[in-house]
């Protein structure tokens, strides 16, 4: 809708919030952040720059100050700079309200003598939408769990090194069993298919008891 043009859902990249631990929001607050999952869509030289994932917000952000229940909505524009439409999205009264407007809707084409789909901007007649596929640098949170052993931090440094990514700080999580350590890895602005390209090598490590968590930091 925003961009006038069509997307398949099954394109836009999508991660969810199964793999956050309490030592991630740990973390975050230790840098002054908070994790929030975050849909967005930014038109750019590129193409559309679209996805759903946990992002780590800054405390001063408005996207922390979202709490409970409550959703968010944010337009960036030219000419109206931003804008913020904040209210309830979850909880027995914000979701019985969107039934029952759906019930009546339902019922108001069932007396029309009409079930068809209502005609929304960018989802009828309009072309498809060029998703871009080398993103904007931004910077990102790893959080890797491992069995301990000698030499992993070089090991992993060496790996992002070697995608020439810098690193911006490197944590390890105290007094932890020594089967699952973790430690967490801030680096400066890069590409997705960079970072993700060095997410997938350190995957491969025979060390790691999970897989590596990716967090965007904004």
Same mark, same amino acid.
């Given at each position: 809708?925003?961009?006038?043009?069509?997307?398949?859902?099954?394109?836009?990249?999508?991660?969810?919030?199964?793999?956050?631990?309490?030592?991630?929001?740990?973390?975050?607050?230790?840098?002054?952040?908070?994790?929030?999952?975050?849909? !967005?869509?930014?038109?750019?030289?590129?193409?559309?720059? #679209? +996805?759903?994932? =946990?992002?780590? %917000? $800054?405390?001063?952000?408005? /996207?922390?100050?979202?709490?409970?229940?409550?959703?968010?909505?944010?337009?960036?524009?030219?000419?109206?700079?931003?804008?913020?439409?904040?209210?309830?999205?979850?909880?027995?009264?914000?979701?019985?309200?969107?039934?029952?407007?759906?019930?009546?809707?339902?019922?108001?084409?069932?007396?029309?003598?009409?079930?068809?789909?209502?005609?929304? !901007?960018?989802?009828?007649?309009?072309?498809?939408?060029? #998703? +871009?596929?080398? =993103?904007?640098? %931004? $910077?990102?949170?790893?959080? /890797?769990?491992?069995?301990?052993?000698?030499?992993?931090?070089?090991?992993?440094?060496?790996?992002?090194?070697?995608?020439?990514?810098?690193?911006?700080?490197?944590?390890?999580?105290?007094?932890?069993?020594?089967?699952?350590?973790?430690?967490?890895?801030?680096?400066?602005?890069?590409?997705?298919?960079?970072?993700?390209?060095?997410?997938?090598?350190?995957?491969?490590?025979?060390?790691?008891?999970?897989?590596?968590?990716?967090?965007?930091?904004?």
């Amino acid at each position: 809708m925003a961009f006038g043009g069509r997307l398949k859902v099954s394109t836009i990249p999508t991660y969810g919030i199964r793999q956050v631990r309490a030592i991630d929001v740990h973390s975050a607050n230790r840098l002054d952040s908070t994790i929030r999952l975050v849909g !967005s869509a930014e038109r750019t030289q590129r193409g559309i720059e #679209i +996805s759903v994932r =946990p992002w780590m %917000v $800054s405390h001063r952000s408005m /996207l922390a100050k979202v709490e409970g229940v409550n959703n968010a909505v944010f337009l960036v524009g030219e000419k109206i700079g931003t804008q913020m439409f904040y209210g309830r999205g979850a909880g027995g009264d914000a979701t019985g309200a969107a039934v029952v407007s759906d019930l009546i809707e339902i019922a108001r084409d069932l007396a029309a003598g009409q079930m068809s789909a209502k005609k929304v !901007s960018g989802f009828l007649n309009s072309d498809d939408l060029q #998703i +871009s596929e080398n =993103p904007q640098p %931004v $910077s990102w949170y790893l959080r /890797l769990t491992v069995k301990d052993q000698r030499g992993i931090v070089a090991r992993v440094a060496e790996v992002i090194a070697h995608h020439d990514i810098n690193i911006d700080s490197l944590e390890q999580e105290p007094h932890l069993p020594k089967d699952r350590v973790s430690f967490v890895i801030t680096v400066e602005p890069v590409s997705e298919p960079t970072i993700r390209a060095a997410v997938d090598a350190i995957d491969t490590f025979e060390f790691m008891v999970e897989p590596l968590l990716l967090l965007r930091v904004e």
